[in-house]
Protein backbone atom coordinates (compact mmCIF):
# COMPACT_ATOMS: atom_id res chain seq x y z
CA UNK A 1 0.00 0.00 0.00
CA UNK A 2 1.36 3.79 -1.35
CA UNK A 3 1.30 6.49 0.93
CA UNK A 4 2.57 9.95 0.14
CA UNK A 5 4.53 11.85 2.57
CA UNK A 6 5.93 14.18 0.65
CA UNK A 7 5.28 16.31 -2.42
CA UNK A 8 7.87 19.16 -4.55
CA UNK A 9 5.76 20.10 -7.33
CA UNK A 10 6.52 22.52 -9.34
CA UNK A 11 3.27 23.89 -11.27
CA UNK A 12 2.54 26.74 -14.00
CA UNK A 13 2.79 29.98 -12.06
CA UNK A 14 3.33 28.80 -8.99
CA UNK A 15 5.24 31.32 -6.30
CA UNK A 16 5.54 29.53 -3.05
CA UNK A 17 4.76 26.48 -1.59
CA UNK A 18 3.92 25.62 2.17
CA UNK A 19 4.70 22.54 3.94
CA UNK A 20 1.67 22.18 6.60
CA UNK A 21 1.26 19.37 8.98
CA UNK A 22 -0.57 17.45 6.86
CA UNK A 23 -1.26 19.27 3.61
CA UNK A 24 1.14 20.90 1.29
CA UNK A 25 0.05 24.23 -0.32
CA UNK A 26 1.18 25.62 -3.14
CA UNK A 27 0.37 29.35 -4.07
CA UNK A 28 -0.69 29.77 -8.13
CA UNK A 29 -0.19 33.53 -9.03
CA UNK A 30 -0.77 34.90 -5.56
CA UNK A 31 -4.17 34.42 -6.58
CA UNK A 32 -5.18 30.31 -6.18
CA UNK A 33 -4.03 27.74 -4.10
CA UNK A 34 -3.47 23.99 -5.09
CA UNK A 35 -4.12 22.00 -1.43
CA UNK A 36 -2.47 18.49 -1.59
CA UNK A 37 -3.84 16.61 1.53
CA UNK A 38 -0.99 13.98 1.99
CA UNK A 39 -0.81 11.00 3.63
CA UNK A 40 0.95 12.51 6.20
CA UNK A 41 -0.71 12.29 10.34
CA UNK A 42 0.40 14.01 12.78
CA UNK A 43 -0.91 13.74 16.69
CA UNK A 44 0.49 15.51 19.82
CA UNK A 45 1.56 18.48 17.76
CA UNK A 46 4.35 15.88 15.77
CA UNK A 47 4.21 14.37 12.55
CA UNK A 48 4.23 10.41 12.77
CA UNK A 49 7.09 9.27 10.84
CA UNK A 50 5.30 6.89 8.56
CA UNK A 51 2.26 7.97 6.25
CA UNK A 52 -1.37 6.41 6.55
CA UNK A 53 -2.49 4.43 2.94
CA UNK A 54 -5.30 6.94 1.48
CA UNK A 55 -5.84 8.79 4.87
CA UNK A 56 -5.38 12.00 2.24
CA UNK A 57 -7.50 10.99 -0.40
CA UNK A 58 -10.19 10.58 2.82
CA UNK A 59 -9.69 14.27 4.22
CA UNK A 60 -9.64 15.64 1.09
CA UNK A 61 -13.18 14.39 -0.33
CA UNK A 62 -15.08 14.50 3.11
CA UNK A 63 -13.89 18.01 3.02
CA UNK A 64 -15.14 18.93 -0.64
CA UNK A 65 -18.38 17.32 0.46
CA UNK A 66 -18.70 19.33 3.33
CA UNK A 67 -17.83 22.25 1.69
CA UNK A 68 -20.39 21.96 -0.97
CA UNK A 69 -22.94 20.77 1.66
CA UNK A 70 -22.09 24.32 3.86
CA UNK A 71 -21.83 26.68 0.98
CA UNK A 72 -25.41 28.19 1.38
CA UNK A 73 -24.12 29.39 4.88
CA UNK A 74 -20.61 31.11 4.00
CA UNK A 75 -18.72 31.73 1.23
CA UNK A 76 -15.47 29.16 0.98
CA UNK A 77 -12.50 28.79 -0.70
CA UNK A 78 -12.79 25.73 -2.78
CA UNK A 79 -12.85 25.83 -6.62
CA UNK A 80 -12.76 22.05 -7.87
CA UNK A 81 -11.03 19.04 -6.78
CA UNK A 82 -8.93 17.51 -9.78
CA UNK A 83 -7.44 14.63 -7.88
CA UNK A 84 -8.96 12.74 -5.17
CA UNK A 85 -6.21 14.30 -2.93
CA UNK A 86 -6.31 17.74 -4.03
CA UNK A 87 -8.69 20.90 -3.82
CA UNK A 88 -7.99 24.11 -5.73
CA UNK A 89 -9.00 27.40 -4.52
CA UNK A 90 -8.70 31.08 -3.62
CA UNK A 91 -6.26 32.12 -1.83
CA UNK A 92 -7.66 34.09 1.38
CA UNK A 93 -5.38 36.43 3.94
CA UNK A 94 -5.97 32.99 6.93
CA UNK A 95 -6.87 34.54 10.45
CA UNK A 96 -4.67 33.64 13.27
CA UNK A 97 -6.96 32.43 14.85
CA UNK A 98 -9.25 28.95 15.17
CA UNK A 99 -12.81 28.82 16.06
CA UNK A 100 -13.23 24.99 18.19
CA UNK A 101 -17.05 24.81 18.93
CA UNK A 102 -17.68 21.95 21.66
CA UNK A 103 -21.28 20.73 22.32
CA UNK A 104 -20.15 17.40 24.65
CA UNK A 105 -17.01 17.73 27.49
CA UNK A 106 -14.79 15.37 26.48
CA UNK A 107 -11.01 15.40 25.30
CA UNK A 108 -8.26 17.86 26.47
CA UNK A 109 -11.54 20.10 28.06
CA UNK A 110 -12.50 17.34 30.06
CA UNK A 111 -8.99 16.98 31.07
CA UNK A 112 -8.62 20.57 32.01
CA UNK A 113 -12.04 20.27 33.73
CA UNK A 114 -10.68 17.21 35.59
CA UNK A 115 -7.80 19.51 36.82
CA UNK A 116 -10.94 22.06 38.53
CA UNK A 117 -10.89 24.34 35.68
CA UNK A 118 -14.06 25.99 35.42
CA UNK A 119 -13.33 28.61 32.72
CA UNK A 120 -12.27 27.86 28.99
CA UNK A 121 -11.15 30.52 26.92
CA UNK A 122 -13.24 33.04 28.65
CA UNK A 123 -16.68 30.61 28.90
CA UNK A 124 -17.83 29.68 32.13
CA UNK A 125 -17.98 25.94 32.80
CA UNK A 126 -21.33 24.86 34.86
CA UNK A 127 -19.95 22.89 38.32
CA UNK A 128 -20.31 19.28 38.52
CA UNK A 129 -20.38 17.64 35.19
CA UNK A 130 -19.19 14.45 34.06
CA UNK A 131 -16.96 13.71 30.98
CA UNK A 132 -19.12 13.01 27.73
CA UNK A 133 -21.87 15.49 29.23
CA UNK A 134 -23.49 17.56 26.61
CA UNK A 135 -23.13 21.45 27.30
CA UNK A 136 -26.41 23.48 28.03
CA UNK A 137 -25.33 24.73 24.11
CA UNK A 138 -22.36 24.54 22.18
CA UNK A 139 -19.53 27.06 23.04
CA UNK A 140 -16.82 28.42 20.97
CA UNK A 141 -13.01 28.15 22.64
CA UNK A 142 -10.86 29.70 19.68
CA UNK A 143 -6.63 29.41 19.91
CA UNK A 144 -4.07 31.13 18.58
CA UNK A 145 -2.48 28.79 15.24
CA UNK A 146 0.67 28.09 15.76
CA UNK A 147 3.11 27.47 12.70
CA UNK A 148 4.80 25.02 15.53
CA UNK A 149 4.68 23.43 18.59
CA UNK A 150 1.03 23.86 20.83
CA UNK A 151 -1.76 26.01 19.24
CA UNK A 152 -3.24 28.11 22.45
CA UNK A 153 -5.81 28.80 23.97
CA UNK A 154 -7.36 32.45 23.73
CA UNK A 155 -10.66 34.15 24.79
CA UNK A 156 -12.67 36.06 22.20
CA UNK A 157 -12.07 39.44 24.13
CA UNK A 158 -7.98 38.84 24.14
CA UNK A 159 -8.14 37.82 20.13
CA UNK A 160 -9.99 41.55 20.14
CA UNK A 161 -7.60 43.26 22.21
CA UNK A 162 -4.20 41.96 20.63
CA UNK A 163 -5.46 43.30 17.37
CA UNK A 164 -5.67 38.81 15.83
CA UNK A 165 -8.84 40.13 14.16
CA UNK A 166 -11.46 42.85 14.25
CA UNK A 167 -14.32 42.80 16.14
CA UNK A 168 -16.72 43.04 13.33
CA UNK A 169 -14.33 40.01 11.58
CA UNK A 170 -14.57 37.98 15.13
CA UNK A 171 -18.50 38.64 15.01
CA UNK A 172 -18.65 37.00 11.34
CA UNK A 173 -16.68 34.32 12.30
CA UNK A 174 -18.55 33.16 15.76
CA UNK A 175 -22.06 33.80 13.39
CA UNK A 176 -20.58 31.33 10.72
CA UNK A 177 -19.14 28.46 13.23
CA UNK A 178 -21.91 28.41 15.33
CA UNK A 179 -24.16 27.58 11.68
CA UNK A 180 -21.33 25.39 10.34
CA UNK A 181 -21.46 23.25 13.15
CA UNK A 182 -25.36 23.07 13.44
CA UNK A 183 -25.41 21.70 9.91
CA UNK A 184 -22.63 19.56 10.46
CA UNK A 185 -24.89 18.22 13.31
CA UNK A 186 -27.90 17.66 11.32
CA UNK A 187 -25.65 15.85 8.84
CA UNK A 188 -24.22 13.52 11.24
CA UNK A 189 -27.59 12.78 13.08
CA UNK A 190 -28.58 11.54 9.69
CA UNK A 191 -26.59 9.19 9.56
CA UNK A 192 -26.74 7.94 13.69
CA UNK A 193 -23.72 10.01 15.01
CA UNK A 194 -23.19 13.11 16.92
CA UNK A 195 -20.76 15.71 15.88
CA UNK A 196 -19.15 16.13 19.50
CA UNK A 197 -16.83 19.27 18.29
CA UNK A 198 -14.71 20.85 15.62
CA UNK A 199 -12.43 23.20 14.69
CA UNK A 200 -13.17 25.35 11.61
CA UNK A 201 -10.21 28.52 9.44
CA UNK A 202 -11.45 30.95 8.50
CA UNK A 203 -9.63 33.96 6.09
CA UNK A 204 -10.33 37.04 4.07
CA UNK A 205 -10.67 38.25 0.33
CA UNK A 206 -11.66 40.75 -1.03
CA UNK A 207 -12.68 42.16 2.52
CA UNK A 208 -15.23 39.30 2.73
CA UNK A 209 -14.49 36.56 5.60
CA UNK A 210 -13.86 32.90 3.94
CA UNK A 211 -14.35 29.31 5.14
CA UNK A 212 -10.89 27.76 4.21
CA UNK A 213 -8.76 24.72 5.25
CA UNK A 214 -10.74 21.58 5.84
CA UNK A 215 -13.82 21.13 7.17
CA UNK A 216 -15.55 18.21 9.38
CA UNK A 217 -12.91 15.37 8.45
CA UNK A 218 -11.61 13.18 11.32
CA UNK A 219 -8.54 15.15 12.07
CA UNK A 220 -10.48 18.29 12.61
CA UNK A 221 -13.56 16.82 14.23
CA UNK A 222 -14.81 14.19 17.14
CA UNK A 223 -17.65 12.43 16.57
CA UNK A 224 -19.31 9.82 18.76
CA UNK A 225 -22.20 6.90 17.68
CA UNK A 226 -25.56 8.24 18.77
CA UNK A 227 -26.58 4.63 19.69
CA UNK A 228 -25.86 3.66 23.11
CA UNK A 229 -24.60 7.43 23.74
CA UNK A 230 -26.82 8.35 27.25
CA UNK A 231 -26.46 5.07 28.41
CA UNK A 232 -22.85 4.53 28.39
CA UNK A 233 -22.72 8.38 29.81
CA UNK A 234 -24.93 6.97 32.77
CA UNK A 235 -22.62 4.30 33.39
CA UNK A 236 -19.28 6.31 32.87
CA UNK A 237 -18.21 4.46 29.94
CA UNK A 238 -16.45 5.86 27.50
CA UNK A 239 -17.91 6.44 24.36
CA UNK A 240 -17.68 4.66 21.04
CA UNK A 241 -16.18 7.17 18.96
CA UNK A 242 -15.59 8.38 15.09
CA UNK A 243 -12.36 10.45 15.37
CA UNK A 244 -8.38 10.58 15.03
CA UNK A 245 -8.51 10.00 19.18
CA UNK A 246 -7.69 6.05 19.18
CA UNK A 247 -4.34 7.09 17.73
CA UNK A 248 -3.79 9.58 20.48
CA UNK A 249 -5.27 7.54 22.70
CA UNK A 250 -2.69 4.28 21.39
CA UNK A 251 0.15 6.74 21.41
CA UNK A 252 -0.12 7.18 25.27
CA UNK A 253 -0.43 3.72 26.07
CA UNK A 254 2.75 3.60 24.24
CA UNK A 255 4.14 6.62 26.78
CA UNK A 256 4.32 9.03 24.03
CA UNK A 257 2.71 12.43 24.75
CA UNK A 258 5.29 14.51 22.67
CA UNK A 259 6.90 15.46 26.36
CA UNK A 260 10.43 16.05 27.03
CA UNK A 261 12.42 12.67 27.23
CA UNK A 262 9.38 10.74 25.26
CA UNK A 263 10.46 8.56 22.33
CA UNK A 264 7.85 7.75 19.60
CA UNK A 265 6.51 4.36 19.29
CA UNK A 266 7.37 2.38 16.09
CA UNK A 267 5.05 2.15 13.50
CA UNK A 268 4.79 -0.81 11.71
CA UNK A 269 3.52 -1.53 8.81
CA UNK A 270 0.60 -3.44 9.86
CA UNK A 271 -0.71 -0.77 12.34
CA UNK A 272 -0.57 1.95 9.55
CA UNK A 273 -2.90 -0.62 7.61
CA UNK A 274 -5.18 -0.64 10.81
CA UNK A 275 -5.34 3.07 10.99
CA UNK A 276 -6.24 3.47 7.18
CA UNK A 277 -9.05 0.99 7.96
CA UNK A 278 -10.26 3.39 10.53
CA UNK A 279 -10.14 6.21 8.11
CA UNK A 280 -12.18 4.55 5.11
CA UNK A 281 -14.80 3.31 8.27
CA UNK A 282 -14.69 7.04 9.14
CA UNK A 283 -14.98 8.11 5.19
CA UNK A 284 -18.23 5.88 5.21
CA UNK A 285 -20.08 6.37 8.09
CA UNK A 286 -19.29 10.03 8.13
CA UNK A 287 -20.76 10.43 4.44
CA UNK A 288 -23.18 7.58 3.96
CA UNK A 289 -21.12 6.43 0.79
CA UNK A 290 -18.75 3.67 -0.15
CA UNK A 291 -15.02 4.93 -0.71
CA UNK A 292 -13.44 4.46 -3.62
CA UNK A 293 -10.47 3.56 -3.51
CA UNK A 294 -8.11 5.86 -6.15
CA UNK A 295 -6.43 3.67 -8.19
CA UNK A 296 -2.90 2.12 -6.65
CA UNK A 297 -0.60 3.61 -8.71
CA UNK A 298 2.79 3.16 -8.08
CA UNK A 299 3.45 6.90 -8.37
CA UNK A 300 0.87 9.07 -6.45
CA UNK A 301 2.58 11.90 -6.97
CA UNK A 302 2.87 11.56 -10.79
CA UNK A 303 -0.84 11.19 -10.40
CA UNK A 304 -1.53 14.37 -8.85
CA UNK A 305 1.15 16.22 -11.03
CA UNK A 306 -0.92 15.11 -14.34
CA UNK A 307 -4.28 15.76 -13.02
CA UNK A 308 -3.55 19.49 -11.42
CA UNK A 309 -1.51 20.74 -14.70
CA UNK A 310 -4.59 19.72 -16.80
CA UNK A 311 -7.02 21.55 -14.75
CA UNK A 312 -4.72 24.33 -14.21
CA UNK A 313 -3.80 24.63 -18.13
CA UNK A 314 -7.74 24.57 -18.81
CA UNK A 315 -7.97 27.88 -16.43
CA UNK A 316 -6.08 29.71 -18.42
Known amino acids: MKALTQTDFHFAGQKSVYHGKVRDVYDIDGDKIVMVATDRISAFDVILPKGIPFKGQVLNQIAAKFLDLTADICPNWKLATPDPMVTVGLKCEGFRVEMIIRSILTGSAWREYKK ?9 LPDGMKENERFPEPIVTPTTKADEGHDLNISKEEIIAQGLVSAEDYAV ?11 GQEIAAKQGLILVDTKYEFGKRDGKVYLIDEIHT ?31 QWLIEHNFMNEPGQTMPEITDEYAEEVSNRYIELYEHITGETFNKAADEA ?12 FLAKGK
Request: glycine share 6%.
Open 116 to 124: GCRELCGVK
Open 173 to 183: MEDYTKKLFRR
Open 218 to 248: PDSSRYFYAEGYEEKLAKGEPQRQLSKEFLR
Open 299 to 310: DLAARIEKNVTE
